[in-house]
């Protein structure tokens, strides 16, 4: 597995995914109607010095939901 630095302090960071009950994803302002679906983050890191969080989506399913 590849080690990514933290882009703010330059450390290790911890790779993860979200876990919560509930589906939590990303929801793109660009999505309209009433039916709009949340993308899933499929990965997450953070960052072992200061907290810094990122998360990641699979980018082909947000452009099929916003086409």
Do not use: F, W
């Not at 990514?4 to 660009?30: F, R, T, W």
């Amino acid at each position: 597995m590849q080690a990514h630095p933290c882009p703010k302090c330059n450390q290790p960071m911890d790779e993860g995914a979200i876990s919560v009950s509930d589906q939590i994803g990303y929801l793109s302002k660009k999505q309209t109607g009433m039916l709009r679906t949340v993308t899933q983050i499929r990965q997450a890191r953070a960052c072992l010095n200061c907290g810094y969080v990122e998360m990641y989506i699979d980018p082909k399913e947000l452009k099929q939901r916003i086409s």
